[in-house]
């Protein structure tokens, strides 16, 4: 388990978020821990790898071309990889991607890898997110927003994953927003957990002014750290 793929259901879930608090319990841990964004779309607006906020350490610097390795591909239009790759006249090299993702297992003990949208977003017209952190055997924890429609979007997810024989570390529920309907998305946990056969991780709260307090990926830290552990030499 050197990297892990931080997928979602979706754009938008949460993937930043908890990358920022995985990384930050791990390395709280001891973890010699970076993050990855392969592709980073909307790129005036949006930086997720700065949003993941590790502060470096000095031997960073012995790391050639680190931002490079951590984003080697960032586009302006807010748009499916291959789009937005397609609109700046440029094709994704798939081989650019497994290099600087190669030198990051390298140099560190965990990489996580901030996947852009879900799991079967193409990053060129002939392979998809998926089959690429497939093949690079990455294990994948999977972002859902727990509301009214998530059942549907995290089968689906987990379904794809399993068909490319993914090793799935287990599901992140992430609260949005607060005014949910309690009974909705208790359920939600039980019978995705029941039917998918994955571990959950725990749910992310709603996260209001203390946005930065550690406390709140406590549950979610934990259960990775723990997973993390038991499968480090996977
Ligand atoms: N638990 C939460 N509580 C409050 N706000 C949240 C929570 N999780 C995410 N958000 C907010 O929702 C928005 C989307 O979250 P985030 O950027 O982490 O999604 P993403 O899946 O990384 O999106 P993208 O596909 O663009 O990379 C952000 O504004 C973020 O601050
Ligand atoms: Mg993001």
Request: proline fraction near 4%.
């Amino acid at each position: 388990m050197k990297s892990v793929l931080i997928t979602g259901t979706d754009t938008g879930v949460g993937k930043t978020i908890i990358c920022r608090y995985l990384a930050a319990y791990m390395r709280e841990k001891g973890v010699n821990v970076i993050t990855q964004k392969w592709v980073q779309t909307g790129c005036d607006q949006t930086d997720d790898i700065k949003d993941h906020m590790l502060e470096p350490l000095p031997f960073w610097k012995q790391v050639k071309d680190i931002d490079t390795l951590r984003a080697p591909y960032r586009f302006k239009y807010p748009a499916s990889p291959h789009l937005a790759a397609a609109l700046e006249g440029v094709q994704i090299d798939i081989k650019i991607i497994e290099e600087s993702h190669a030198r990051l297992c390298e140099q560190f003990d965990l990489v996580l890898v901030e996947g852009s949208g879900g799991v079967l977003v193409p990053l060129t017209e002939k392979i998809v997110l998926a089959d690429l952190a497939a093949r690079l055997k990455m294990a994948v924890v999977a972002v859902v927003p727990n509301k009214l429609g998530c059942i549907n979007h995290i089968l689906l997810t987990i379904e794809a994953l399993r068909k490319r024989e993914m090793s799935i570390g287990g599901v992140i529920f992430n609260r949005l927003n607060d005014n949910g309907d309690e009974a909705i998305l208790r359920e939600n946990i039980r019978i995705i957990s029941l039917i998918a056969g994955v571990p959950v991780m725990g749910e992310m709260p709603f996260l209001g002014k203390d946005a930065d307090d550690m406390k709140n990926a406590k549950k979610v830290g934990e259960a990775f750290y723990k997973c993390w552990k038991e499968n480090k030499n996977d």
